[in-house]
């Protein structure tokens, strides 16, 4: 496929790393935002120029504004770019889809709704990288009145950004999302609001376990009521099910036996996430190593485990500003965790033992 004119609206975050990406692949990208300077700064970093090009000149749209307002901006880039295939970056579907059909009708099949899992709790185009969308899952849902080409448009600007496409139905996806994004995100969100009746002495003793969960509560309020308003169906059946798996931890915490029955079905759902398409969950282990605060320290630990021949299934990298050191969590196959944490003792690393995850 030729390389495509691209018209990007909307270059915070999600827009501008897009921006880069599509650049680099050789494509020509414009850029516009309803805030001039964002554009310009966007630019400034290399994602494409900013203007409005011709209506004929443009072969792809991509409309990357905050969710309330994408339908709108889609129906006008319909009219305005007769030619184009339009896609956005909204998280939920569904509704956005049932908008432009109703709007127009005539025009809605070159309409191919998507939505890229990425993004970060950051927002702007200073925040942007043009890496931001390599290795993760970029959702195409194709909608009656599409044509094979229109989809294949929008399929190949996701690759050329080196997300991985997956294709679904729009209210396949936001009940997907639902699950796997948005019921998180609340739960982050439950999880730090109760922090603020929490005495200052106590914070004190917060470690990394509590940076995790709450990471992502530091994401925009604004943008966020906007999700979560969009998909409030889909996210009601979610939290339900959580209010019923409250309740019941209510009733064992003084059963220590059904209390860890209840414990490990975490350890489930953790495993869960390791699952490759189309293998089984996988039985693994994690360990964890200690880095020195020294050059290359993790290049060299990679390259150790790479020429043992040990097939790495997921890691996390947390640094400890007081002792100044890293520490890598490794997910391994279990059956040879054991021998990696041998292998790595014997090079000098510094190994714990390693834990079985489900």
């Given at each position: 496929?030729a390389d495509?004119?691209?018209?990007?609206?909307?270059a915070?975050?999600?827009?501008?790393?897009?921006?880069l990406?599509l650049?680099?692949?050789?494509c020509?990208v414009?850029?516009?935002?309803?805030?001039?300077?964002?554009a310009?700064?966007?630019?400034?970093?290399g994602?494409?120029r900013?203007?409005?090009p011709?209506?004929d000149d443009?072969?792809?749209v991509v409309v990357?504004?905050?969710p309330?307002?994408i339908p709108?901006?889609?129906?006008?880039a319909?009219h305005?770019?007769?030619?184009?295939?339009v896609t956005d970056v909204?998280?939920v579907?569904s509704?956005i889809?049932?908008?432009?059909?109703?709007a127009v009708?005539?025009?809605?099949?070159?309409?191919?709704p998507?939505?890229?899992?990425a993004?970060?709790?950051?927002?702007g185009?200073?925040?942007?990288s043009?890496?931001l969308?390599?290795?993760?899952t970029?959702?195409?849902?194709?909608?009656?009145g599409?044509t094979?080409?229109?989809?294949?448009?929008?399929?190949?600007?996701?690759r050329r950004s080196?997300a991985?496409?997956?294709q679904?139905d729009?209210?396949?996806?936001?009940?997907a999302?639902?699950q796997?994004s948005?019921?998180?995100?609340?739960?982050?969100i439950l999880?730090a609001?109760h922090?603020r009746a929490?005495p200052?002495?106590?914070?004190r003793?917060?470690?990394?376990?509590?940076?995790?969960?709450t990471r992502?509560?530091?994401?925009d309020?604004?943008?966020?009521r906007q999700?979560?308003?969009?998909?409030?169906s889909a996210?009601r059946?979610?939290?339900d099910q959580?209010?019923?798996?409250?309740?019941y931890?209510?009733?064992?915490?003084?059963d220590?036996?059904r209390?860890?029955?209840f414990?490990?079905?975490g350890?489930a759902?953790?495993?869960?996430?390791?699952?490759k398409h189309?293998a089984e969950?996988?039985?693994?282990?994690?360990?964890?190593?200690?880095?020195?605060?020294?050059?290359?320290?993790?290049?060299?630990?990679?390259t150790d485990?790479g020429?043992?021949g040990?097939?790495?299934e997921?890691?996390?990298?947390r640094?400890d500003?007081?002792?100044e050191?890293?520490?890598?969590?490794?997910v391994?196959?279990?059956e040879v965790?054991?021998?990696?944490v041998g292998t790595l003792e014997?090079?000098?690393?510094v190994?714990?033992s390693a834990a079985r995850k489900?």
């Amino acid at each position: 496929m030729a390389d495509p004119r691209v018209l990007i609206i909307g270059a915070g975050l999600v827009g501008t790393s897009l921006g880069l990406a599509l650049t680099a692949s050789g494509c020509d990208v414009v850029l516009s935002d309803a805030v001039g300077a964002h554009a310009v700064v966007a630019a400034g970093l290399g994602a494409g120029r900013v203007g409005l090009p011709g209506a004929d000149d443009v072969d792809l749209v991509v409309v990357a504004t905050p969710p309330s307002s994408i339908p709108a901006v889609v129906v006008d880039a319909l009219h305005r770019y007769p030619r184009a295939v339009v896609t956005d970056v909204g998280s939920v579907k569904s509704s956005i889809v049932e908008a432009v059909q109703r709007a127009v009708p005539e025009l809605a099949g070159r309409y191919v709704p998507s939505h890229p899992m990425a993004g970060s709790q950051f927002t702007g185009p200073l925040t942007a990288s043009g890496s931001l969308f390599v290795d993760r899952t970029w959702v195409v849902t194709p909608v009656s009145g599409n044509t094979d080409e229109a989809v294949a448009v929008v399929v190949d600007a996701a690759r050329r950004s080196g997300a991985r496409v997956v294709q679904m139905d729009p209210l396949h996806h936001d009940e997907a999302v639902a699950q796997v994004s948005h019921v998180p995100h609340l739960m982050s969100i439950l999880t730090a609001s109760h922090l603020r009746a929490v005495p200052g002495e106590h914070l004190r003793l917060a470690g990394q376990g509590i940076k995790d969960v709450t990471r992502i509560a530091g994401s925009d309020p604004g943008l966020w009521r906007q999700i979560i308003t969009a998909n409030s169906s889909a996210i009601r059946v979610e939290l339900d099910q959580v209010a019923d798996d409250l309740r019941y931890l209510m009733g064992v915490l003084d059963d220590p036996q059904r209390l860890e029955s209840f414990l490990s079905l975490g350890q489930a759902g953790a495993k869960a996430l390791l699952v490759k398409h189309g293998a089984e969950p996988l039985d693994v282990s994690e360990l964890t190593v200690e880095i020195p605060d020294e050059p290359r320290a993790l290049a060299r630990l990679f390259t150790d485990i790479g020429d043992a021949g040990f097939n790495v299934e997921d890691f996390e990298l947390r640094h400890d500003p007081v002792r100044e050191v890293g520490y890598l969590t490794i997910v391994i196959d279990t059956e040879v965790a054991e021998q990696l944490v041998g292998t790595l003792e014997t090079k000098g690393w510094v190994a714990a033992s390693a834990a079985r995850k489900g």
